[in-house]
């Protein structure tokens, strides 16, 4: 099913296809209504050229084949409490801030975002606008997390205050400070051609990053706030794990600010800690 438009788009009604995938391109809003359920044999590829996507409480968005699902927006995404996408084989990708004009292109993540199969990914890229909240009744699930924002505007993903977040690995690269919080095991390592995290991405100064973890947190790729010709200190490296903590000989901390490193089980580190501080 293939739409293309100049206005707003709405689905206030069910979509069901058996054998095909959804394809919407408008310059206006695209929203998924409340209670709508849209599922689709194939890739769903939603994208708002010159406004935002919306999802309204309880909407749906379900794949029952192979195939991604994709919301594109030069505005913002939002998703409101109660809704869900999930991707049964594939990958899911929300980027917003696209050719922005008008400074309008930060995602709000109050539903859910899962991906079914084993070793795929949820890729949330703000581009380089503002940045990405989350409530406590949002929920991230999928093997793989990759953040992204890159540009003179620090633009951050503020995902510490949900206790449902449950992904293996996160990778980051941003221009604006990480807060996550896992509810269980979880490692900082490479996903797709991303290493480690940094947070200096196209800024002058590198921003803080805090990671709390309900199991045990390993760091196998380097984490880094610091920035060539910055001393900010406004790069805090905070790691909490409610279980132990593991840095590996390529899990490199390299911090423009202190450094807080948190494990009640234990911490074994064959990495390095670079601070600017001495707190």
């Known amino acids: 099913t293939q739409q293309a438009g100049t206005g707003t788009t709405t689905f206030l009604g069910n979509v069901d296809t058996n054998t095909a995938g959804v394809s919407v391109t408008s310059s206006g809003t695209v929203t998924i209504g409340t209670t709508v359920v849209v599922s689709a044999a194939g890739s769903v590829n939603f994208r708002s050229t010159a406004s935002g996507i919306i999802l309204q409480s309880t909407a749906a968005i379900s794949t029952t084949a192979a195939g991604d699902v994709t919301f594109e927006a030069e505005d913002q995404i939002s998703l409101a409490a109660g809704t ?7 990958d ?5 801030g696209l050719a922005d004009t008008d400074s309008t292109g930060s995602m709000i993540l109050d539903g859910t975002l899962q991906t079914s199969t084993a070793g795929r990914t949820i890729t949330l890229d703000l581009n380089s606008q503002q940045g990405a909240t989350q409530a406590s009744t949002g929920a991230i699930l999928s093997s793989n997390l990759l953040l992204l924002s890159t540009g003179s505007v620090p633009a951050s993903f503020a995902l510490g205050t949900s206790t449902l977040n449950d992904v293996n690995t996160l ?8 807060t996550f919080r896992d509810l269980d095991d ?4 490479s996903v797709s051609s991303t290493s480690g995290i940094t947070t200096n991405a196209g800024v002058t100064d590198g921003a803080a990053i805090l990671i ?3 199991g045990l947190l390993t760091v196998s790729q380097p984490v880094t706030t610091l920035k060539a010709g910055s001393a900010s200190n406004s790069g805090s490296v905070t790691l909490n794990s409610a279980a132990g903590m593991s840095l590996a ?7 423009d600010g202190a450094v807080s490193l948190t494990a009640p089980t ?9 601070t600017t501080t001495a707190g």
């Open 186 to 189: 979880l490692t900082i390592g």
């Open 84 to 90: 869900i996408i999930t991707v049964l084989s594939g």
């Open 266 to 274: 234990g911490i074994s580190t064959a990495g390095d800690v670079t």
């Open 249 to 255: 000989g390529s899990g490199d901390i390299q911090a």
């Open 212 to 214: 709390n973890t309900g």
């Open 92 to 96: 899911l990708a929300l980027r917003s």
């Open 171 to 178: 990778s980051a690269s941003t221009s604006g400070a990480i």
